[in-house]
């Protein structure tokens, strides 16, 4: 865990969402983190991360940007990918002198039929549209032109960043060392990253490879003594029987887990805790925390103004975001990605 709270400042460093080179933090630790202040209180958030997945980035920046309070973020190292989203719920944005900041389109991985690749294609541009706005948002730039700025893999110095809009100062404290992270994933990553990534060993290839390389062994040892057809034949077989077993799983997973999750949230909404925190308890529900954790982070919140409800209606009706009367509910579509994603403007 690498969302760490203290004395008003929250850092953020390591992978975004996942754990591939060490440290990393996850939407859920941020809701735990924030929850132990005061949502009008101010904040600093400290970013040095390489990047990670697109959707929980979003889902911390939105997190973020809709705080009653005053966040100021500086990025120490590097803010790269989804860290530089994350970046731009700062009303202010400081880059540290030596520091890098990185946007570009996400990217993500399809198995499957010809409709699932159409899908994906379509979860990503409406991700990437959100993106783009997100940081028109801050620069004062149009969405066309910040998108046309993503899909190039823009890599900007503490200046740079500074010139076109994403950050509004470069402070004059020396930027730390980046974040690990294997940056030859990237197409344009300056080469001194690179570098460094080959010279510590950064590689998502290498973390796997003790296991992908055990079941090559296995592989080859059986196809030496079959013939081409019976190769293909196998494979065949091998590749029928995982997606029985898939769908199969998927089947049975589903229905366990929508029975579980509804089991959770009856337990988390009759907690005592929850009183004057329905919607921190709303959204504690949609994270993957214990019901003994969500109580604990309940107990550390302050209970909600009687009027926060119709504030935070009224907020998202001015925003675009819902219609008056109605109440946004936090998910993990790609409806709430797009929608939690643009920033409320002071």
């Not at 889902?59 to 100021?72: D, E, P």
């Not at 004059?172 to 690179?194: E, N, Q």
């Not at 969500?294 to 219609?323: H, V």
């Amino acid at each position: 865990m690498a969302a760490l709270l203290a004395e008003g400042e929250l850092t953020l460093s390591g992978d975004v969402g996942d754990a591939w080179f060490g440290d990393h933090f996850t939407y859920s630790e941020v809701v735990v983190a924030l929850a132990q202040i005061e949502d009008s209180a101010d904040l600093t958030v400290r970013i040095n991360s390489g990047g990670g997945i697109a959707t929980e980035g979003a889902a911390i920046h939105a997190l973020l940007a809709r705080r009653q309070g005053r966040t100021n973020v500086v990025v120490e190292g590097i803010a790269a990918s989804a860290a530089s989203l994350i970046a731009m719920a700062g009303e202010t944005v400081t880059m540290a002198q030596g520091a890098i900041m990185m946007i570009h389109d996400p990217s993500g991985m399809t198995f499957g039929t010809s409709d699932d690749h159409a899908k994906s294609i379509e979860g990503l541009e409406a991700l990437a549209t959100a993106y783009a706005r997100v940081y028109a948002a801050k620069s004062g730039r149009s969405s066309k032109e910040c998108r046309e700025i993503m899909k190039r893999e823009t890599w900007m110095t503490s200046a740079e960043a500074v010139e076109r809009g994403f950050a509004d100062e470069a402070g004059s404290d020396s930027a730390g060392a980046v974040a690990a992270f294997d940056y030859r994933i990237y197409a344009h990553a300056p080469k001194r990253l690179t570098a460094l990534a080959r010279k510590n060993g950064w590689s998502r290839e290498a973390a796997g490879a003790p296991a992908a390389k055990s079941v090559a062994t296995t592989r080859q040892q059986e196809e030496n003594s079959m013939t081409e057809k019976e190769r293909a034949d196998a494979l065949a077989a091998e590749i029928e029987q995982m997606k029985t077993a898939h769908a199969t799983a998927l089947t049975r997973a589903g229905a366990e887990a929508i029975a579980a999750d509804r089991a959770r949230r009856a337990s988390v909404m009759a907690l005592e805790e929850v009183k004057g925190r329905e919607s921190l308890a709303d959204t504690l529900c949609a994270t993957q925390l214990s019901v003994e954790e969500i109580k604990a982070a309940l107990s550390a919140a302050p209970k909600a103004a009687a009027n926060q409800g119709d504030y935070e209606q009224r907020r998202l009706a001015a925003a675009g975001l819902a219609q008056p009367g109605t109440v946004e509910k936090a998910d993990h579509g790609w409806g709430s990605v797009v929608a939690q994603t643009n920033k409320r403007r002071a």
